[in-house]
């Protein structure tokens, strides 16, 4: 599992990876005035600068760390730390190095770019990385169940924005509409609607695991299946049920599908909903049984 490095690593290792790279850019710049000077072989797109070398490595070295913090913290979640969740002044230059390197972008002289980089690892905050990387880290399983949870609310039209009450209820189930819907104007699904399925299947996959209820998967399983199977410019039939009564029914009325929920089946994925999604605004409550 990878860890959060201590701030002396972390320089270390940027160090290290400025350096090579920096000496690769002088072997290479060395290597195309021979070609010119000697062969007159030019390359007129080539562009690649010390700076541009400078910048590669800083953002492929933080790159390299949140890909591995992100594979060991989150969880079952598919949750990233992404390179903008930290600070600019992690991952850009300050001014005043810069303006010193642009003056000096083509002279392939190592112990000038070696000085400039030193320069840079003087004024970079470790410190502030290490703290920043810990509180993503620490956070990121959290915030990818809250992700999660957040997508079953919008999935299943449950939070309360002063209307009717859309959620209904019969003697043997509660019956959701889902908002996902054939949406081209071509008939069949298209790929945004097949991408939102996948990602609500993710979230309830999620809530079955956490709350130990499995009889939730099966049926958005076969739905995702049957609309990934259907022909081209083609919906699924009408009428069209997956899953069983005793669970979850869905049940395709013209486009839309409609979820029959065993209401103890049901109630695992609220808990999983109420624990973990963004405390913003009310969910619309259960109506009693017909």
């Given at each position: 599992?990878?860890?959060?490095?201590?701030?002396?690593?972390?320089?270390?290792?940027?160090?290290?990876?400025?350096?090579?790279?920096?000496?690769?850019?002088?072997?290479?710049?060395k290597a195309?005035?021979?070609?010119?000077?000697?062969?007159?072989?030019?390359?007129s797109n080539?562009?690649?600068?010390?700076?541009?070398?400078?910048?590669?490595?800083?953002?492929?070295?933080?790159?390299?760390?949140?890909?591995?913090?992100?594979?060991?913290?989150?969880?079952?979640?598919?949750?990233?730390?992404?390179?903008?969740?930290?600070?600019?002044?992690?991952?850009?230059?300050?001014?005043?190095?810069?303006?010193?390197?642009?003056?000096?972008?083509?002279?392939?002289?190592?112990?000038?770019?070696?000085?400039?980089?030193?320069?840079?690892?003087?004024?970079?905050?470790?410190?502030?990385?290490?703290?920043?990387?810990?509180?993503?880290?620490?956070?990121?399983?959290?915030?990818?169940?809250?992700?999660?949870?957040?997508?079953?609310?919008?999935?299943?039209?449950?939070?309360?924005?002063?209307?009717?009450?859309?959620?209904?209820?019969?003697?043997?189930?509660?019956?959701?509409?889902?908002?996902?819907?054939?949406?081209?104007?071509?008939?069949?699904?298209?790929?945004?609607?097949?991408?939102?399925?996948?990602?609500?299947?993710?979230?309830?996959?999620?809530?079955?695991?956490?709350?130990?209820?499995?009889?939730?998967?099966?049926?958005?399983?076969?739905?995702?299946?049957?609309?990934?199977?259907?022909?081209?410019?083609?919906?699924?039939?009408?009428?069209t049920a997956?899953?069983?009564?005793?669970?979850?029914?869905?049940?395709?009325?013209?486009?839309?599908?409609?979820?029959?929920?065993?209401?103890?089946?049901?109630?695992?994925?609220?808990?999983?909903?109420?624990?973990?999604?963004?405390?913003?605004?009310?969910?619309?409550?259960?109506?009693?049984?017909?």
């Open positions: 599992m990878a860890i959060i490095k201590s701030a002396t690593t972390y320089r270390l290792q940027l160090d290290g990876l400025l350096k090579s790279m920096l000496q690769a850019w002088v072997d290479y710049q195309y005035s021979t070609l010119v000077g000697g062969y007159g072989v030019y390359d080539r562009s690649i600068s010390a700076l541009d070398t400078i910048e590669c490595a800083l953002s492929k070295w933080l790159t390299t760390i949140c890909k591995e913090l992100s594979e060991a913290y989150q969880g079952g979640t598919s949750k990233v730390i992404e390179l903008s969740d930290l600070p600019s002044t992690l991952r850009e230059f300050p001014g005043s190095l810069r303006r010193g390197m642009v003056e000096s972008y083509r002279n392939p002289d190592l112990a000038l770019w070696t000085t400039l980089a030193d320069q840079l690892l003087e004024q970079y905050n470790f410190d502030l990385l290490k703290e920043k990387l810990t509180v993503l880290a620490e956070g990121l399983e959290q915030a990818g169940l809250q992700e999660l949870a957040d997508r079953l609310v919008s999935n299943f039209w449950l939070r309360n924005h002063g209307r009717e009450n859309p959620i209904k209820r019969t003697k043997r189930h509660i019956v959701i509409e889902s908002t996902l819907y054939s949406d081209s104007i071509f008939g069949g699904y298209s790929y945004d609607t097949m991408q939102k399925l996948s990602l609500m299947l993710a979230a309830i996959r999620m809530a079955a695991k956490e709350s130990g209820e499995h009889r939730l998967v099966p049926p958005f399983e076969e739905l995702l299946q049957a609309v990934e199977s259907a022909p081209n410019r083609e919906t699924i039939k009408s009428g997956f899953g069983n009564k005793s669970t979850i029914e869905i049940k395709i009325y013209h486009g839309k599908f409609k979820c029959f929920f065993n209401p103890e089946v049901l109630d695992s994925l609220l808990s999983f909903v109420v624990i973990n999604r963004t405390p913003n605004g009310e969910l619309y409550s259960l109506p009693e049984a017909a």
